[in-house]
Structure formats: structure tokens, C-alpha cells
């Protein structure tokens, strides 16, 4: 059975429009949320084997004021994956290059991205990308092994490991293993409301496994574990706001902390009894910080 969002009543009220888009020869799915003529615009990156749907809670709070545009990443959702090419960073960042470019907007838009996108966001405004402000929300402060629970991420590396080695048919079935997927989300949700973590077990399992093929996942799964934001700090030299969690188990907010001293117009803040999943279990927190961020600009 699935279960509604408890956003879904504000969802029903923002004006919603799908699109397309080609990039490297393959179809990009995109969502635009909120009115088209909103005085700014909020480009949304999700993390690794989500999709858009996953930050549709954070959406939920911003598109009544901002256009919130959210696509599927190449290989995930309902977007393609590259048909030549490896799915890493810099894969990943001429596709959000591209992506933005095609949009022809008329001012640098705010660029958003959650755990892995955060990475992605951060690399591609090292690269030259404009942003007028960038937020980062459960961002990968540090290298994920180094993390508080770097057990998980070493067991992750093994599960990737068996999946990629095995055979076609049983790697790809192992890699959308409904128990390995359940599993992760208990590991990852921290809170104690019954029905939130029902919810969040359900959408993990209807989106966690909504990939392409195994080798545009593994590709990602390996960018994920190379790099962290950290690496791109010295480029990130505009307005940056970290949304960090106080229980994260992939980066601590130590972690945290040294990232914004090394930011040269950073903000940090940090949500309490929260863990991986602010976009799930904090979103309108997330939302009056990044409102206050943007009132501020």
C-alpha cells in the first residue's frame, strides 16, 4: 500500500508542469514547482539514488514564493542514462551545466543540493557555474569514510563491491534488493513518530531503486565515495548556507564546522534530533533557514 505524503496537501496546491530535455543524447526528466513568474529561481539536485521526489517535502515549503525546478539526475528516476560515457563527477557536472544553461534564465539562479548533490552542486560551481546563492543541505562535509559510522560506508563499498562483481542479472537484483533497501532506511531515519517512518520506509521503497542499469549506479556510487564537498572549498566563493544535521551519520557536524571556516561567505546551521534525512523528517525547518538565506541575499 502506498502511503500519502504529509505534504501532499501543500503539493496539490503549487502549480506543477513536467518537462524534458536532451543532454549527451539523453532525455533529462524535470519538474518546474511554483509560479513562472516567482522573482527567483531555485534549482533542486538530489542525492544518490533518489529522484525528485525525495525533496518534494522541502519544495512543498518554497514553491508558494520561489520557481523550484527539480530533475531526475542521468540514469535515475525517470532520466536516462548517458548512452556513451561514464556517470562521474565531471559527467555529472557538464550535465548540470547544460542543464541550467538550456533553462536560458535571466539571472543566476540558486543551485540546492542534498547529500550527493551536494558534491554535485559544489563541483559544478567550482567549475565556473553561477549561482547567486548555493545551498547544501546534508552536505558531504568530509570523505564519507571518515564519517562517524564509516563502518556503514566501508559495508556499502563491500555491497557495490558484490554487485558489481557478480553476474548481470543477480548484481542488478542485488542493487534493488528491497531488504538491503529497507535496511538503509532504518539506519538512516532518527525519528521516534511511528507514521513518519512508515513514510519514509515507503518512499525508500519506491524510489531507491528507480536506476537506469547497474553500471550508471555503480559509476555514481564511486563519485560519491571520491569526492566530498570539502575538495571544493577554496572555489566556493559566494553566498553558501550548509543545512547540516546534528545526528548525520555521514558527516559530523565537527566536519561541518571546519567546511564553513574554509568557505569564504559561508553559514552554517545546524537542525537538532535529525539525521541523513532533513529533507524527509526536517523540511520545514530547512525551509525557514533557506527563507531566511534568501531574505537576507
Do not use: C
Not at 59 to 85: H, K, T
Not at 102 to 124: K, Y
Amino acid at each position: 500500500m502506498t502511503l500519502r505524503s504529509p505534504f501532499q496537501d501543500l503539493l496539490d496546491h503549487i502549480p506543477t508542469t513536467a518537462g524534458e530535455v536532451e543532454i549527451r543524447g539523453a532525455r533529462t526528466a524535470y519538474w518546474t514547482y511554483g509560479p513562472p513568474a516567482a522573482p527567483r529561481t531555485i534549482i533542486v539536485v538530489h542525492g544518490f539514488r533518489g529522484d525528485h521526489h525525495g525533496l518534494e517535502p522541502i519544495v512543498a515549503q518554497l514553491a508558494g514564493e520561489y520557481r523550484m525546478i527539480s530533475p531526475d539526475l542521468p540514469g535515475f528516476g525517470d532520466s536516462e542514462a548517458f548512452p556513451s560515457g561514464k556517470h562521474d563527477m565531471p559527467g555529472y557536472v557538464s550535465w548540470l551545466r547544460a542543464f541550467i544553461a538550456g533553462l536560458d534564465l535571466a539571472e543566476p539562479p540558486v543551485i540546492l543540493g542534498h547529500s550527493f548533490g551536494s558534491i554535485l552542486v559544489s563541483a559544478a560551481v567550482a567549475d565556473g557555474l553561477e549561482a547567486s546563492t548555493v545551498i547544501l543541505i546534508n552536505p558531504i562535509a568530509a570523505p564519507a569514510l571518515s564519517g562517524p559510522r564509516g563502518i556503514l560506508t566501508r559495508l556499502a563499498v563491500f555491497y557495490y563491491w558484490a554487485a558489481k562483481t557478480l553476474p548481470e542479472r543477480p548484481g542488478f537484483a542485488l542493487l534493488r534488493s528491497r531488504v538491503i533497501t529497507r535496511i538503509t532506511s532504518i539506519a538512516m531515519a532518527k525519528t521516534r513518530d511511528r507514521a513518519l517512518r512508515a513514510w519514509i520506509h515507503d518512499q525508500h521503497d519506491r524510489y531507491f531503486s528507480a536506476f537506469a542499469d547497474r553500471a550508471s549506479v555503480m559509476d555514481a556510487f564511486r563519485a560519491s565515495i571520491t569526492y566530498d564537498v570539502s575538495q571544493y572549498a577554496p572555489k566556493l566563493t559566494g553566498r553558501t548556507l550548509l543545512i547540516a544535521a546534528e545526528h548525520d551519520d555521514i558527516t559530523s557536524v565537527a566536519q561541518q564546522r571546519v567546511l564553513v571556516e574554509r568557505l569564504k561567505n559561508g553559514r552554517l546551521e545546524v537542525i537538532p534530533e535529525v539525521g541523513h534525512l532533513i529533507h524527509y523528517e526536517s523540511p520545514v525547518q530547512a525551509a525557514a533557514i533557506i527563507r531566511d538565506e534568501l531574505g537576507a541575499a
